[in-house]
């Protein structure tokens, strides 16, 4: 099979289960969102993540099936083939916050993202994920998409930020306040 077949040359793309539409519409902004946030999870496992690589990976795994969706039309033939989000992802997320809270220092101020790569990575991953969020939701309000999808996104941001300061405590590194200015 080769890479390129050159039918998006002019602009379009097919979407999975038939029809082609503009590259630059709703649908294919929301699943490039999803691949874009895939790729910088990559990058926060190359990192490395140690306890956390497992996590990430499960993540991953998960937005392959919200990025299947969203490049599906519902009511498509292939719709019916496509895997399907499972509600036990977003408690699972929810379950794994709670425990990471837990070992975390209480959060009492708004905090500066950075601090080790592998912490950066992940906050850089919540920001994609905000973004995608935000594409999608246009989507969930014409009946195109599931809202499951957008909770899904929605509890994956407050997971990456958790999981962000997961790695900074766990390398020893402190997350950074941030102070707001004086006036």
Known sequence: MKIYTK?????????FGGGRVGKESDRVESYGQIDELNSVLGMARAEGLGALDELTKALQDQLFTIGSILATPAGSKAAAHIPQMKAEWVS???SAIDGFDQQLPALTSFIIPGGTKAAAALHHAR?????????????MRAGDVEQDVVVYLNRLSDLLFTMARMANFSAGVKDEPWVAPKA
């Open 7 to 15: 039918t998006g040359d002019g602009g379009d793309t097919s979407l």
């Open 127 to 139: 920001c994609v994920c905000r973004r995608a969020e935000r594409r999608i939701v246009p989507l």
């Open 92 to 94: 699972a997320m929810e």
